[in-house]
C-alpha cells in the first residue's frame, strides 16, 4: 500500500463531505462539509483543504445504482470532478464507486446515537470516511490504487 494522506469527497446537490486518511491509511476520519450549491466556490474551498492537508491523491464518490449503471448524477459528478482534477492538478483525483455509502453512513450515526435531524449536516462527512474506507480497503487488498484516475484537460 501506497504510504501517504488521502482525502475523500461525497459530492451532492447541497452540501459535499470530504474526510481524510493518516498517513499510513488506516484511519478515515470526518474533516468538514463544504456547502456545494455555489460549485466554483466549493472547488475553491476543496483545493485549499488539499492545500492544507497535502494529500496522496483525492478520491471522489462517483454514485452508480445498484445494478453499475451511471445516470445523471453520476455526469454531475464526474464534471465535478473534472474541474477539481484541473484545479489541483498535479494531485490526482480518483473516482470510486459510492453505491450505499450515505445509506451506510445513515445507518452507522443512528447506531451511535445521532438523528437524522442533528446529523444532517453531518451525514456528507460520514459518507465520504465510508468511501475513503472502502478505497483505502481496495487498495490493501489489491495493490492497486482503488477506481479510475480523472484525466486533467487542460
Known amino acids: 500500500?501506497?504510504?501517504?494522506?488521502?482525502?475523500?469527497?461525497?459530492?451532492?446537490?447541497?452540501?459535499?463531505?470530504?474526510?481524510?486518511?493518516?498517513p499510513d491509511g488506516l484511519l478515515a476520519t470526518p474533516?468538514?462539509?463544504?456547502?456545494g450549491r455555489d460549485v466554483p466556490a466549493a472547488h475553491r474551498r476543496l483545493a485549499a483543504l488539499v492545500a492544507e492537508h497535502e494529500p496522496l491523491e483525492?478520491?471522489?464518490?462517483?454514485?452508480?445504482s445498484l445494478?453499475?449503471?451511471?445516470?445523471?448524477?453520476?455526469?454531475?459528478?464526474r464534471?465535478?470532478?473534472q474541474?477539481?482534477?484541473r484545479?489541483?492538478?498535479p494531485v490526482p483525483v480518483r473516482l470510486v464507486d459510492e453505491r450505499l455509502s450515505t445509506v451506510t453512513a445513515a445507518q452507522r450515526m443512528r447506531e451511535s446515537g445521532v438523528s437524522a435531524r442533528k446529523g444532517r449536516g453531518r451525514i456528507d462527512q460520514a459518507a465520504a470516511?465510508?468511501?475513503?474506507?472502502?478505497?483505502?480497503?481496495t487498495e490493501r487488498v489489491s495493490g492497486s490504487p482503488p477506481g479510475q484516475c480523472v484525466e486533467v484537460v487542460v
Not at 501517504?4 to 447541497?14: F, K, Y
Open 1 to 22: 500500500m501506497r504510504r501517504g494522506r488521502r482525502l475523500a469527497v461525497d459530492v451532492g446537490e447541497a452540501r459535499i463531505g470530504v474526510a481524510s486518511s493518516d
Open 31 to 35: 474533516v468538514e462539509t463544504v456547502p
Open 58 to 64: 483525492v478520491v471522489v464518490g462517483l454514485p452508480r
Open 67 to 77: 445494478s453499475g449503471k451511471e445516470g445523471p448524477a453520476a455526469g454531475r459528478v
Open 79 to 81: 464534471a465535478f470532478a
Open 83 to 85: 474541474e477539481l482534477a
Open 87 to 89: 484545479r489541483i492538478a
Open 129 to 137: 470516511v465510508v468511501i475513503l474506507e472502502a478505497a483505502l480497503e
